[in-house]
């Protein structure tokens, strides 16, 4: 297994357009996460899945973003109408559902909206 | 809901020299503490991580932490670090029980190892 892969590595995109990234996390972990990291922060929740069910979804996920996995394995993160304040660094990490799971996180996509 | 503060953003050290990288949580419930260690344009990797037992807990690579209950401190160091050592450190906690496994981070320290 080569771990977390994400896609792109990253994305420069006007603003308004939508932008859809890719994570495929380690093939035996069940949960997904998305963090968002930006500038000078620690990464931020954003959302994650259950195999397939996405369980608890950040109030920092407007309504512009939504994120899916549909047979329990990948996962995509959609944004759309993108922002210049969506540009940050988008981060994927897989873990087992059990109390000790460590994360295993992606490189992460980095996106630029101009 | 859980709170992570490191008070230092950027420590800079010369090579050889011992370095404290300091973290301190507020939750209201107990949690898991963890230290993350990012490289430039690289993900989050796991640096080391409390769960329980021993409050002192260390990694392959020459860190250690320890868990202080009392002050609500998760500090890092190292005895003598090196030139590959730079990067930017996270301390992270989680929940025990409910709350999905979710890790809330703190806002970063910068190590800079210089000659």
């Known amino acids: 297994d080569t771990g977390v892969s994400q896609d792109p590595r990253h994305k420069i995109t006007k603003r308004g357009q939508n932008v859809t990234f890719r994570c495929d996390p380690i093939s035996e972990h069940n949960r997904l996460y998305w963090y968002r990291q930006t500038l000078g922060q620690g990464p931020e929740f954003l959302t994650y899945?259950?195999?397939?069910?996405?369980?608890?979804k950040s109030r920092l996920l407007s309504d512009r973003f939504s994120a899916e996995r549909p047979k329990g394995s990948f996962s995509t993160l959609e944004i759309q109408r993108t922002e210049q304040g969506d540009s940050a660094m988008y981060l994927c990490?897989?873990?087992?559902?059990?109390?000790?799971?460590?994360?295993?996180f992606g490189s992460g996509t980095r996106l630029t909206v101009v | 809901a859980q709170s992570v503060t490191q008070l230092d953003s950027q420590v800079p050290v010369f090579e050889e020299a011992p370095v404290e990288l300091r973290c301190n949580y507020s939750?209201?419930?107990?949690?898991?503490l963890f230290w993350y260690v990012q490289y430039p344009n690289q993900g989050l990797q796991l640096l080391l991580k409390y769960l329980s037992g021993s409050t002192l807990v260390e990694s392959i690579n020459g860190f250690e932490a320890e868990f202080n209950k009392s002050q609500t401190s998760f500090h890092l160091r190292k005895p003598s670090v090196h030139i590959s050592d730079t990067a930017e450190y996270f301390c992270a906690v989680r929940r025990f029980t409910g709350g999905g496994n979710k890790l809330t981070f703190g806002t970063g320290t910068q190590l800079k190892v210089e000659l």
């Open positions: 990490a897989s873990s087992l559902d059990v109390r000790e799971g460590g994360y295993t």
């Open positions: 899945f259950q195999n397939e069910a996405q369980l608890e």
């Open positions: 939750s209201s419930v107990s949690v898991y």
